[in-house]
């Protein structure tokens, strides 16, 4: 019996260097090798570039692609729980208002929420525009679409023009929110025109 016992404590010091070596190899390779244009390094690496397609579902069961031509884009990664996300609500609900009628799809997609928080925070806040929570069947996982736009903080907004291309990215939002929502607002209105 002792001896059996010393026969698997051999083994598996002869294989502890070897399982270590293997994973730190495999690790270094997942690194360092990335798939072409499969995601953004950054969501700022976007400008002037195709956005990423996809597909969703919002909460009231609307399907959105924002890649279909004709249409203004703007992207909200966001969460109930990022405060900063929660200040700039009242922009894109502002934006929406102004510039649904013209054309623009605002549109929020929650990172790391529970689909009964976002619920509760779209309906105790009046939010007219699109948030999508969750994913159902035949929709691009969010955790992908948080993947390919190179989303890392919140919030992150991205606009993209009717033919698809992303003209504006801003991580994070700065103290003024009237300046924020008459910078998008002027954007917005100019890619409304196009």
């Known amino acids: 019996m002792q001896g059996l016992r010393n026969l698997r404590k051999s083994n598996v010091k002869r294989m502890h260097p070897l399982f270590v070596l293997i994973l730190v190899a495999g690790l270094l390779l997942t690194s360092i090798y990335r798939v072409p244009e499969?995601?953004?390094?950054?969501?700022?690496?976007?400008l002037s570039k195709p956005a990423p397609s996809f597909v969703?579902?919002?909460?009231?069961?609307?399907?959105?692609?924002?890649?279909?031509?004709?249409?203004v884009t703007l992207i909200d990664f966001w969460a109930t729980w990022c405060g900063p996300c929660r200040e700039i609500t009242p922009v894109f609900i502002s934006l929406?208002?102004?510039y649904s009628d013209q054309g623009l799809t605002v549109?929020?997609?929650?990172?790391?929420d529970t689909q009964k928080k976002v619920q509760e925070y779209v309906k105790s806040n009046s939010i007219p525009y699109s948030i999508a929570a969750s994913g159902t069947k035949?929709?691009?996982?969010?955790?992908?679409?948080?993947?390919d736009y190179g989303v890392t903080a919140?919030?992150?907004?991205?606009?993209?023009?009717?033919?698809?291309?992303?003209?504006?990215?801003?991580?994070?939002?700065?103290?003024?929110?009237?300046?924020?929502?008459?910078e998008l607002g002027g954007l917005i209105a100019d890619l409304l025109k196009k």
């Open 96 to 98: 929406h208002k102004t």
């Open 154 to 182: 919140i919030p992150t907004l991205v606009l993209v023009d009717k033919e698809g291309i992303v003209r504006h990215v801003s991580v994070g939002t700065g103290p003024d929110k009237a300046k924020l929502e008459k």
């Open 56 to 71: 969703v579902t919002d909460l009231d069961g609307i399907r959105i692609n924002p890649s279909d031509p004709g249409k």
């Open 107 to 112: 549109l929020g997609i929650a990172v790391n």
């Open 138 to 147: 035949g929709d691009t996982p969010l955790a992908e679409i948080i993947k």
């Open 38 to 46: 499969c995601f953004a390094a950054s969501p700022e690496s976007l």
